[in-house]
């Protein structure tokens, strides 16, 4: 079930922890270190979900919720997901683009701090705050000029350009490199802050980035999908929103809770107060109670997931694509 850092409050967690049903840092960090010490442990009940991406480039960029790609679809058709190292095999396909035919794969390309990039060189970076009450706040952006240099201002005291968020739009007075933007730190807002490539020549602008109000230090997930501008629109209709679409499958990430309407990513009570025990024997030095602790919670998100599941589900077996013969894009071995 889904729950609240409200409804924690209400179950056996504070006590056993000695902790107030009131206490507002405690027990949000136990519970937060709870669930990232699970999460990488399995694919747990409310832990996978399935999103759908309207795109018409190569490049597709995961918003914050999602950790990484389990499987994915191009227009109904499903692919093959690749490492980082799929690009850099002797003998492999090399470095691939956006106009390369080579099957439906998505290729891990790293992280990045927004959903798309500077396209011009000499763009500035224009700022805008949903709600008037951020304004004052400030939000570091750190990457390349438009001189190929690390920015640095206040005489170097600063690594990046500080802005100070307005009620109005503000303009970054960074002129940047194409693709510049390299990091991105902001404090806690109160409403999303967006962020505009701006042309001052032109005066077009175009999205790059929404950070949420509790985003601080922004990190997104980015994969390419090799051949998507030959892709045409999904089925030639425009019931999947006329372009491409990408269903993925996907691990969500930890997204730490501070707020009692937060919804906690594992909704298991028991295996969150054996987790929460666990961390609480490892801070007393109390190590071989603690991996009991610990492997308690796992055997009890085991036995969740297999009763939601029931069963009467038959397992898949996955198995490398055909037409993408091995490691490399190569649709016949002759």
């Not at 640095?152 to 503000?170: F, K, M, Q, W, Y």
Request: charged share 20%.
């Amino acid at each position: 079930m889904r729950l609240t850092l409200s409804d924690v409050r209400d179950t056996q967690i504070p006590e056993v922890l000695r902790l107030c049903t009131t206490d507002t840092a405690k027990l949000p960090r136990y519970l937060n270190e709870a669930v990232m010490r699970l999460l990488p442990k399995g694919q747990w009940r409310g832990t996978v979900a399935r999103y759908k991406f309207c795109t018409i480039a190569a490049c597709l960029t995961f918003p914050r919720q999602i950790e990484t790609a389990l499987g994915f679809s191009i227009c109904r058709a499903p692919g093959t997901i690749r490492s980082h190292w799929y690009e850099f095999l002797d003998f492999g396909v090399g470095q691939l683009s956006h106009d390369d035919c080579a099957a439906d794969q998505l290729i891990d390309r790293g992280t990045a701090c927004a959903f798309d990039d500077i396209a011009t060189i000499g763009n500035k970076i224009k700022i805008y705050a949903d709600l008037a009450v951020d304004a004052g706040k400030t939000i570091l952006l750190q990457g390349y000029d438009s001189n190929a240099n690390w920015v640095l201002t206040s005489n170097g005291d600063v690594n990046g350009e500080r802005v100070t968020i307005g009620a109005a739009p503000v303009t970054t007075s960074t002129a940047w490199l194409k693709g510049g933007l390299a990091a991105v730190q902001k404090v806690a807002t109160k409403g999303p802050i967006r962020l505009y490539d701006y042309n001052p020549t032109t005066g077009v602008q175009r999205p790059i980035a929404i950070y949420e109000p509790d985003e601080t230090v922004p990190e997104y997930r980015r994969y390419m999908v090799p051949g998507m501008g030959d892709h045409s629109s999904c089925c030639g209709s425009t019931t999947d929103c006329g372009t491409k679409t990408v269903t993925v499958l996907a691990k969500l990430a930890f997204i730490p809770v501070r707020n009692d309407s937060d919804y906690i990513l594992i909704g298991n009570v028991p295996a969150l107060k054996d987790m929460c025990m666990s961390i609480l024997k490892r801070e007393q030095n109390l190590i071989q109670e603690a991996f009991a602790y610990e492997a308690s919670a796992v055997k009890l998100l085991d036995e969740e997931l297999s009763n939601y599941y029931g069963d009467g589900t038959v397992d898949p077996i996955r198995s490398i694509n055909a037409g993408v013969f091995g490691y490399a894009g190569v649709t016949s071995i002759v």
